[in-house]
């Protein structure tokens, strides 16, 4: 009768708590479809030259790198529009232009130029290969496409991205030659519980073995969590909904908090 009551307790928590992030004015946010999900419209300069704004989806890349690479090593900024890409960044090798040069080969191939001098001076259909405002009508078919193959999960984009890597159906890089640092493998500190403050609702199982996969340590500390011991960085569940800590991630690509029972898990 407990577990029966903490699991209805979990239910209504969730449906709140979506209700907080996704309400406004009183009305609910439809859910965004699977393939959409985490993708971030990229505008610094687009619309101000004529182009389109680039839409980048995560899924696209989620499965070739890892997140610690792209936000680290490359230098992506964790929000949209943060990071100020140029296409003379990408042409000079950094950012998109860090892979997407023509040379780094993915699957036996090349990928394609991101700003190449050619592309920027002459043929636009290039640039519109990127800045395309998300208008592209065989994404959805690609998608799942490419998600069939993989371990399934209800939320988000409905792929279970801890599963894909832990079964081995993904394998994404987390070392690029003259980009990344070398350094010595830190110890993984182990699963630890952060107890709910709410009554009847399960305590947090924290697991840092699964978000260094992704992440290695860099990616959180220090910029999303200061304190490095448990109990040093304090914060509710409407932070995490407002986007800060867990929200940085979740909600936005990783799985979405509504999820209470991914984390909530020790009665």
């Known amino acids: ?67 610690r690479l792209c936000h680290v090593d490359i230098g992506f900024a964790m929000a949209a529009n943060d990071t100020e890409i140029t296409a003379s960044d990408n042409i000079r090798g950094f950012f998109c232009g860090t892979c997407h040069n023509g040379k780094v080969q993915y699957d036996g191939k090349p990928l394609f130029r991101a700003c190449s001098e050619e592309s920027s001076n002459l043929k636009i259909e290039e640039c519109q290969r990127c800045h395309n405002n998300g208008e592209t009508p065989d994404l959805e078919e690609k998608f799942y496409k490419f998600s069939n193959k993989l371990p399934k999960e209800r939320q988000g984009n409905g792929i279970n991205w801890e599963q894909a890597v832990a079964k081995g159906h993904i394998t994404p890089i987390d070392y690029i030659e003259g980009i990344s640092v070398e350094g010595t493998d830190l110890a993984i500190v182990d ?6 403050k709410i009554e009847g609702m399960p305590d947090i199982i924290f697991s840092h073995a699964k978000h260094t996969v992704w992440n290695g340590c860099e990616v959180c500390h220090p910029d999303i969590f200061m304190g490095v011991r448990k109990g040093a960085t304090t914060y509710s569940m ?30």
């Open 191 to 196: 699963d630890f519980a952060i107890t709910s």
């Open 238 to 267: 409407i932070d995490l909904f407002q986007g800060k800590y867990c929200g940085v991630c979740h909600d936005t690509v990783a799985f979405p908090q509504s999820g209470c029972k991914r984390c909530h898990t020790k009665l």
């Open 1 to 67: 009768m407990k577990k029966i009551c903490t699991l209805v307790l979990a239910l209504l928590l969730a449906l709140i708590f979506t209700g907080l992030v996704q309400a406004k004015d009183g009305v609910k946010k439809k859910r965004v479809r699977p393939h959409l999900y985490g993708r971030v419209i990229i505008d610094n300069y687009s619309t101000d030259i004529g182009l389109a704004p680039v839409a980048f989806d995560h899924w696209v890349h989620r499965a070739n790198a890892t997140c």
